[in-house]
């Protein structure tokens, strides 16, 4: 059999390709696609209409803009993709705004050469909600490239650690935790987010586990007055959530939240955890369990993925 040419239009379905041990069949990527190290070598064949180098605000307006014209966020290199001759494209359903969809693929594959086999490559579209459909999405790609056993080995570790992270913060006391998401507007973080906050040994607030990132108000955030908040914008590396930090500052109710006056206000590198549903979603709870349970948990990451804010 042919090795299959994998191309991963989607952060996350890398790293689930790379954890079955299959990153040396990857020909080609998305833009956001930076994990493992070795496929920044790999052409990138998408690329934004959004100016990333903006304040949560610009961004906003930049996608409210864009999707009144009713065009794609996204554009791919077409002609590169054809080169390129992949066998299986990953890509995603999840969220328009966040990666490459299917919709964004339609005209490479209406016109794909078809070639000696006669057949346009398979696309495999992933859509995950919650843990469970993370577990599934790593099946689904396993399935695809013919590696069942790699997946399910994959599955059982990765949920291992939960388990065993859970174990390590069990009958500790379990704080309250706001997870935002977006910072102007603000956003708190849904889908998978509750449930890794809730294996860390916090309680999460105003998101259900398997639902969409609701939408916030500032006076609904000061009513809860969470005992810890964590501040990891979607797409924002560490250092873009400490420079967009004057947006949630300059706000009056800012100063007067709990975790604010006490210091428990913390800035994390979401673009490559919280916000990427694959494999490191297990770090993204590791990294949760050492801000809200120092005394037990030390992985290591303060100072790479996360920050602790100071007192005003």
């Excluded at 239009?9 to 069949?25: D, K, M, N, Q, Y």
């Excluded at 609904?220 to 924002?236: K, N, Y």
């Amino acid at each position: 059999m042919t090795a299959q040419r994998i191309v991963s239009l989607l952060p996350s379905a890398t790293e689930i390709v790379a954890a079955l041990g299959l990153a040396h069949r990857l020909v080609g990527r998305s833009h956001q696609c930076d994990f493992p190290a070795g496929v920044a070598r790999l052409p990138a064949l998408s690329s934004t209409k959004i100016r990333t180098d903006r304040t949560s605000a610009e961004i906003d307006a930049q996608v409210n803009e864009i999707l009144r014209s009713a065009v794609s966020v996204y554009d791919v290199d077409t002609e590169t993709l054809k080169a390129l001759k992949p066998n299986v494209i990953l890509t995603q359903t999840q969220c328009a705004i966040c990666a490459v969809t299917p919709a964004d693929l339609e005209a490479a594959l209406c016109s794909w050469p078809r070639g000696d086999s006669g057949l346009a490559p398979a696309l495999v579209s992933l859509e995950p909600n919650d843990l469970a459909d993370v577990w599934g999405d790593i099946r689904k790609v396993a399935a695809a490239l013919n590696a069942q056993a790699a997946g399910e080995a994959a599955i059982a570790g990765l949920q291992a650690r939960l388990a065993a992270l859970s174990a390590q913060v069990a009958g500790r006391p379990r704080p309250t935790v706001a997870a935002l998401e977006w910072f102007e507007p603000l956003m708190a973080g849904g889908n998978w987010m509750p449930e890794l906050i809730e294996a860390a040994g916090g309680r999460p607030l105003f998101a259900q586990a398997g639902q969409h990132s609701p939408w916030l108000s500032w006076e609904d955030l000061a009513a809860a007055d969470p005992d810890v908040i964590l501040l990891l914008p979607c797409g924002f590396r560490l250092e873009e959530s400490l420079a967009d930090l004057p947006a949630l500052q300059r706000h009056p109710l800012w100063p007067g939240l709990k975790a604010v006056r006490e210091a428990r206000v913390y800035a994390i590198d979401g673009h490559h955890y919280f916000n990427r549903p694959g494999p490191r979603l297990v770090e993204s709870a590791e990294i949760t369990a050492e801000i809200l349970h120092p005394q037990a948990c030390d992985f290591g990451w303060e100072g790479r993925a996360w920050v602790r804010l100071p007192a005003p």
